[in-house]
């Protein structure tokens, strides 16, 4: 089974199909921001926006998806 950090590798390669079948299947806040990103990617803002309040973060402005991907590989990782 994939984890959310093969997700993570696979959102900063962009590939973010193969991401999504990841993260669809994980409940976690972190997967929703995740979900999130990979519906920016995919030019859908308004999707993005949903999984982004499932995960009580705010939609990023626009071009900031590689700070996102960055601030959630940090988020994810342990400490």
């Given at each position: 089974m994939s984890s959310l950090s093969d997700a993570i590798g696979l959102l900063?390669?962009?590939d973010w199909q193969a991401a999504h079948r990841i993260v669809q299947k994980d409940d976690s806040a972190l997967a929703s921001w995740?979900?999130?990103i990979v519906?920016?990617?995919e030019g859908d803002r308004r999707n993005a926006g949903y999984w982004y309040g499932r995960a009580g973060r705010e939609l990023?402005?626009?071009g900031a998806i590689q700070a996102e991907i960055a601030a959630l590989k940090a988020r994810s990782q342990p400490s």
């Open positions: 900063e390669d962009g995740a979900h999130g519906h920016l990617m990023p402005a626009d």
